[in-house]
Nanobody, 115 residues
Framework: QVQLVESGGGSVQPGGALRLSCVAS????????MAWYRQAPGKQRELVAR???????NYADSVKGRFSISRDNAKKTVLLQMNSLKPEDTAVYYC?????????WGQGTQVTVSS
């Protein structure tokens, strides 16, 4: 059974940084595209960043130049480095494994950016 476990969320001041981590189990991690989504209160869940099995990446316009997604296939881990955080980055961040079959989601980790 596929499981995704996120960690690394927390509270930071504007301009600060956080690194989110998502560890996968129960799957051949290296063959799948992995993504980070976020959902702010009262808003729809949105894509933040995505990384393919080959390492290609894409980002939401709102985070380009500030966030960086990477993966370590040996550790079955996908990371999201978030720099220059803004209050509007406040949300629950979810890790997602994207496949041609079902998609899998983690439980989410809260990120709060506030002074």
């Amino acid at each position: 059974q596929v499981q995704l476990v996120e960690s690394g969320g927390g509270s930071v001041q504007p301009g600060g940084a956080l690194r989110l981590s998502c560890v996968a189990s129960g799957t051949i991690f290296r063959i799948y595209t992995m993504a980070w989504y976020r959902q702010a209160p009262g808003k729809q869940r949105e894509l933040v960043a995505r990384i393919t099995s080959g390492g290609s990446t894409n980002y939401a316009d709102s985070v380009k130049g500030r966030f960086s997604i990477s993966r370590d296939n040996a550790k079955k881990t996908v990371l999201l480095q978030m720099n220059s955080l803004k209050p509007e980055d406040t949300a629950v961040y979810y890790c997602k494994l994207e496949s041609i079959g079902p998609d899998y989601w983690g439980q989410g980790t809260q990120v709060t950016v506030s002074s």
